[in-house]
């Protein structure tokens, strides 16, 4: 089993920055992690994956350049850091795990999710 916590979100403006956090905890190894994000009425969408020794990354078009995703394992804890946000980018950010190398930006790839962090950019 895989606890996952985010934590991060807020209220920000056009072109500013946050960053988010998902700690993960648990005996079960992960072998990538990565966010998502769902906004009211669409659809779950992959934003970011990140490999357990954080050598490889995979992004999304619409968050390249923008967002950087980091992992450190020491302290069990992924990040995504948002910058030149835009009100677009306001949805649910969700943390995911996943134990086997399933395709990773699919969210059938990821087998343990967090609850969830609100992130809302205003015009």
């Known amino acids: 089993q895989v606890q996952l916590v985010e934590s991060g979100g807020g209220l920000v403006q056009a072109g500013g920055s946050l960053r988010l956090s998902c700690e993960a905890s648990?005996?079960?190894?992960?072998?990538?992690m990565g966010w998502f994000r769902q906004a009211p009425g669409k659809e779950r969408e992959f934003v970011a994956a990140i490999s357990r020794n954080g050598a490889s990354t995979t992004y999304a078009d619409s968050v390249k350049g923008r967002f950087t995703i980091s992992r450190v394992l020491a302290v069990n804890t992924m990040y995504l850091q948002m910058s030149s946000l835009k009100p677009e980018d306001t949805a649910v950010y969700l943390c995911?795990?996943?134990?086997?190398?399933?395709?990773?930006?699919?969210?059938?790839?990821?087998?343990?999710w967090g609850q969830g962090t609100q992130v809302t950019v205003s015009s």
């Open positions: 648990g005996r079960t190894t992960i072998y990538r």
């Open positions: 995911a795990a996943a134990v086997a190398p399933l395709p990773h930006t699919y969210s059938g790839g990821y087998d343990y």
